[in-house]
């Protein structure tokens, strides 16, 4: 890097993702043209080279959804499994080898819908693999169908009246299920999303950081924000650090968008650790 | 959600002056068009007006001289299309 590049606090990284994209891939990426999905491979990258873990040593965990493609694309352990199970096979792998880096890329609808049950499990035995749930309010993959996540009154291609039913918060649901990292962040703030990751999957324990994500094709374009721009305005304008006053009730309060970790636990006991004590007090037993 | 018309509009002035002198070496930045889908965003987001769509949308670099090297562009394109050529 020339010293005036220096001075002007150029990063060194516009090419890092580069690096990690697997050679035998057909690119470009299945994507439509702005998705937010491919803004959070990069962050990922970012976040892994920056910790310095060998590609080898991190298994990317996925369902189906147009974001669980995301591990197709990276050159890391991969894991592609059946709509909303990626928690129930990264259980297995982590279980397995607890020495692995396991992280899952999942969607709202992948990971809410379908995948509900092994979140609130995986939460509750907090066992250490890091979910990165790209939430973009509807099904994408399958044209826009009502998802978990779609807010009260939004639109999809299954309530084109307007949706009627109430949104799940992730992260809180995270909480009360025991989850000991959660996070929120949108694909507007990268550099906060570079953090979030890097923090999370330094985290000892099950970790979720939520990513706010752009579905212009359906969620945008059935709502009145058909550009990714749009969006990413919406979500500049809609994040803050602070937490939701309950108070407020106002429409602008309402759909404000927390950002940053919500909840950090580093006392909480890690599964695969408690699982080694126990394995290793018996072998104690037996021996003596 | 549905109140939000606007866009994130294109910068057509630089905020602050580039340290860096372009004027001998490379492009602040390449655009890989086998890859660039044209969405816009690093046109919309570069805050110093550096990039402008050509004919079939895709970005190229108007005005090298602004260029800050923030990473904005790189950071935000999701299909892997921008580098720096200054590291
Ligand atoms: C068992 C099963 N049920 C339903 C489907 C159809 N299906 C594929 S992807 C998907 C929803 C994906 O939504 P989300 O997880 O939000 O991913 P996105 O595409 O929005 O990133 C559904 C219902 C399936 N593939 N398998
Ligand atoms: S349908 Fe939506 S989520 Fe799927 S690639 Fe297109 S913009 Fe992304
Ligand atoms: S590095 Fe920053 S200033 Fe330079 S083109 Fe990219 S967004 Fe614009
Ligand atoms: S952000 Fe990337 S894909 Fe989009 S127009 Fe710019 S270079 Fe092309
Ligand atoms: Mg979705």
């Given at each position: 890097m020339s010293i005036a590049a220096k001075e002007a606090g150029a990063r060194q990284d516009s090419d890092v993702v580069l690096r990690y994209l697997r050679p035998h891939v057909k690119f470009?990426?299945?994507?439509?043209?702005?998705?937010g999905n491919g803004v959070v491979a990069t962050s990922l990258i970012r976040a892994i080279d920056k910790l310095g873990?060998?590609?080898?040593n991190v298994v990317l965990v996925s369902g189906i959804g147009c974001s669980s493609r995301m591990p197709v694309y990276l050159d890391f352990q991969a894991l592609h499994t059946t709509h909303g199970r990626a928690l129930a096979f990264a259980t297995g792998v982590k279980f397995s080898r607890p020495d692995l880096k396991v992280i899952v890329i999942t969607g709202d609808g992948d990971c809410l819908s379908i995948g509900g049950n092994h979140l609130i499990h995986a939460c509750r035995r907090n066992i250490d693999i890091t979910t990165i749930l790209i939430n973009?309010?509807?099904?994408?993959?399958?044209?826009g169908q009502t998802s978990p996540t779609t807010p009260a009154g939004a639109h999809a291609t299954t309530t084109?009246?307007?949706?009627?039913e109430k949104q799940f918060e992730a992260c809180d649901l995270a909480r009360g299920a025991g989850a000991s990292f959660i996070a929120r962040t949108t694909v507007y703030h990268t550099t906060q999303m570079d953090r979030l990751i890097m923090e999370a999957i330094q985290h000892r324990g099950f970790s979720l950081v939520e990513v706010i994500s752009n579905c212009h094709t359906y969620y945008g374009r059935l709502n009145r924000v058909g550009q990714a721009t749009q969006l990413l305005r919406m979500f500049q304008e809609k994040a803050s650090t602070q937490p939701k006053d309950p108070n407020m009730v106002d429409e602008d309060s309402k759909d404000m968008i927390q950002t940053g970790i919500i909840h950090r636990d580093t006392e909480k006991t890690e599964l695969c650790d408690e699982y080694q004590k126990l394995t290793d007090s018996l072998a104690k037993g037996k021996s003596s | 959600m549905n109140n939000s018309s606007s866009v994130i509009e294109p910068k057509t002035r630089p905020i602050r002056k580039s340290k860096i002198d372009y004027s001998q070496g490379p492009a602040p930045v390449s655009v890989n068009p086998a890859w660039?889908?044209?969405?816009?965003i690093c046109v919309a987001l570069c805050p110093q007006g550096v990039l402008e769509p050509d004919a079939e949308g895709k970005p190229v670099v108007?005005?090298?001289?602004?260029?800050?090297?923030?990473?904005a562009c790189w950071a935000h394109c999701p299909d892997f299309a921008i580098t720096s050529n200054y590291k």
């Open positions: 470009p990426n299945m994507w439509c043209p702005g998705c873990i060998p590609r080898d973009n309010y509807i099904y994408g993959m399958t044209g084109p009246f307007g949706n009627t | 660039c889908k044209a969405c816009n108007a005005h090298a001289d602004n260029c800050i090297q923030c990473g």
